[in-house]
């Protein structure tokens, strides 16, 4: 990681309306954040947020998909015929 991607909390506080823009612009994209020379939180645009979020997702729900594909037994099926005679009564 850059240097660039750390900023003390104390610097932060006095650079709030810079370091916002910053990351808005695209400047940066990522901001670590120290608090007595260690990492304490990170500052993203929430575009970055919004898309990280989207992809954990996307990883939950194909973990999902393997896990239960490795289990599917094609004898424990039905037919959508069957499934719509069974539901639709």
Same mark, same amino acid.
């Given at each position: 990681?850059?240097?660039?991607?750390?900023?003390?909390?104390? *610097?932060?506080?006095?650079?709030?309306? $810079?370091? #916002?823009? !910053?990351? &808005? /612009?695209? %400047?940066?994209?990522?901001?670590? +954040? *120290?608090?007595?020379?260690?990492?304490? $939180?990170? #500052?993203? !645009?929430? &575009? /970055?947020? %919004?898309?990280?979020?989207?992809? +954990?997702?996307?990883?939950?729900?194909?973990?999902?998909? #393997?896990?239960?594909?490795?289990?599917?037994?094609?004898?424990?099926?039905?037919?959508?015929?069957?499934?719509?005679?069974?539901?639709?009564?």
């Amino acid at each position: 990681m850059n240097i660039k991607n750390y900023v003390s909390s104390t *610097l932060l506080s006095k650079n709030t309306a $810079a370091t #916002l823009n !910053s990351i &808005e /612009s695209g %400047e940066m994209d990522k901001l670590i +954040i *120290l608090k007595n020379n260690s990492p304490k $939180a990170i #500052l993203m !645009s929430f &575009e /970055s947020y %919004e898309a990280m979020e989207d992809e +954990i997702e996307d990883l939950r729900l194909t973990a999902l998909a #393997l896990s239960r594909i490795q289990t599917f037994d094609p004898a424990d099926t039905i037919s959508h015929a069957e499934m719509m005679e069974k539901y639709t009564k």
